[in-house]
C-alpha cells in the first residue's frame, strides 16, 4: 500500500521529534577513548604537576637536533629538553 505524501511527511517529523531526545552513541569504537583535553584543563593538569609554559628562539638546526634525539628515544620534546638544560645546567 503506498503512503500519502502527507502520512509520509507525518512519519519523517515523528522519527524526527524521536531522535532529538536521544544523543548520539558516546565512545563508539574507542573514538574518544583518546580525545585531547581541552587549553583550560591541560593547564590545570599543567599547574598540577608544576609545570609552566617556557617559550624561547632556537636556532633551526638545533631544534633539529632536538627533534631528532627525540624522535630516536621515542620520548616528547618537553621530556628532551627538560633532560638537556638539566644536563648542562649540572656541568656548571
Known sequence: MAMKPMDLAKQK????EGRQGQASTPGRFGKD????????EQRERDRELGLVPFACKL?????????DLAASRKTGLN???AEL????LAKK
Open 13 to 16: 517529523g515523528k522519527a524526527i
Open 59 to 67: 636556532h633551526v638546526d638545533l631544534v633539529k637536533q632536538v627533534q
Open 85 to 88: 638544560i638539566t644536563k648542562g
Open 79 to 81: 621530556e628532551i629538553t
Open 33 to 40: 577513548a583518546h580525545a585531547p583535553l581541552d587549553k583550560r
